[in-house]
């Protein structure tokens, strides 16, 4: 919104969805994800709740839900705005957007479960087009007239058409700091992938601590960018592109930004002779990563036969994406393949056809 504002630490993880795979028992980070349109709101809650009620005796429980600790969030956003402890105006715009299929779409940021958990904690809700956005006098966000103190983002990476010139007023209001978003968009620069390799190539450095140096080393797969700042270091880039070809079978290419496990390529199912020059032919049309191939552990889950109706059981890949609020644990969104999975490395999204779950939580153990 502000490219002029400053980088503020604290505002660039108030709202995230890091990935994880296990590997060995070991938690993988992947990719680290910001938005508030990356599920869990109300879905990952509302299951665990159900789940922790067939088997009340277990002492299993859910996790602190997304939707409390977000409205938390939003509550303490605005006491802090306003200064004088009164929760003020929360808006909560619709608006028309084009997602990544080319789709033209109607984005409700509304859902109930969220609506009424923000009233909950005093928050009054406004419901909005950006259409009716606009600044009065003194550059303060009207939504059909009425002040707004704080806009719930939740666009994302979609392309905003027909907003009348609301998304405009929105960004003046934020230069103007009249108004305080939640998350901040800048947030956004964190998810890209080229991230993880930053924080090796500061481990290498020896630029961190040594608490830092150990988490990254233990929890990140190794990784490297290609594609930024091409032609400042010819010889970093051989170095890279000889490691990348010897070491194939480790190593698995993806787009430093990108979802969906679009264009993401597995060294160890491509033949030696496409390898290199995929790879090549990928950086030149945008950066990409390369990183290190976890190979996750599977866990046994039951399926019920679509066809047959008798339950089968299969090991099957799966992935952890627990919300981080405010720096606070709150719902652990959960994607694992079907029976049918492959035994082969494959990409655990949606899409192509993996499964949304969650987990249950074990009670502490005693000291």
Not at 112 to 130: F, H, S, T
Request: net charge positive; charged share 20%; proline share 8%.
């Amino acid at each position: 919104m502000d490219p002029d504002r400053p980088l503020v630490a604290a505002e660039l993880t108030r709202y995230a969805r890091p990935d994880l795979l296990i590997e060995q028992g070991r938690p993988r980070l992947l990719e680290f994800n910001n938005s508030t349109r990356l599920g869990g709101a109300a879905g990952a809650p509302w299951l665990a709740e159900a789940y922790a009620r067939l088997c009340p005796q277990s002492g299993l429980h859910p996790p602190p839900s997304t939707v409390t600790a977000r409205s938390a969030a939003l509550a303490r956003t605005l006491r802090a705005e306003n200064g004088h402890g009164h929760v003020g105006r929360l808006l909560m715009p619709t608006y028309w957007g084009i997602d990544s299929t080319g789709m033209l779409r109607r984005r409700e940021t509304v859902k109930p479960p969220i609506l009424a958990d923000a009233r909950r904690v005093g928050l009054e809700v406004v419901q909005a087009d950006l259409v009716q956005l606009r600044l009065d006098a003194a550059s303060r966000l009207l939504a059909a007239d009425v002040p707004i103190d704080l806009v719930l983002l939740q666009w994302g990476g979609e392309r905003i058409v027909d907003d009348c010139g609301g998304l405009a007023a929105l960004r003046s209001a934020d230069r103007a700091r009249t108004v305080e978003l939640f998350p901040r968009t800048e947030s956004a620069l964190i998810s890209s992938k080229a991230v993880l390799s930053w924080l090796h190539e500061d481990c290498d450095a020896g630029l961190l601590a040594p608490a830092d140096h150990a988490l990254v080393r233990t929890h990140v797969p190794w990784t490297a960018c290609l594609g930024l700042g091409r032609g400042r270091d010819p010889a970093g880039h051989g170095k890279l592109l000889r490691m990348a070809s010897g070491e194939r079978d480790r190593l698995v290419a993806k787009p430093a930004v990108g979802k969906s496990g679009n264009d993401v390529l597995f060294g160890n199912q491509t033949s030696k002779q496409d390898w290199l020059p995929a790879v090549i032919h990928a950086a030149r049309e945008s950066p990409l990563v390369l990183q290190h191939r976890v190979e996750s552990d599977r866990i046994t889950m039951p399926f019920r036969d679509q066809d047959s109706g008798q339950q089968v059981t299969a090991q099957v890949p799966f992935v952890l994406s627990p919300f981080m609020i405010d720096g606070a644990a709150a719902s652990v969104m959960v994607r694992h393949m079907g029976p049918g999975a492959p035994a082969r490395d494959v990409v655990i999204n949606m899409r192509r056809g993996a499964h949304t779950n969650t987990v249950l939580l074990t009670p502490e153990p005693p000291a």
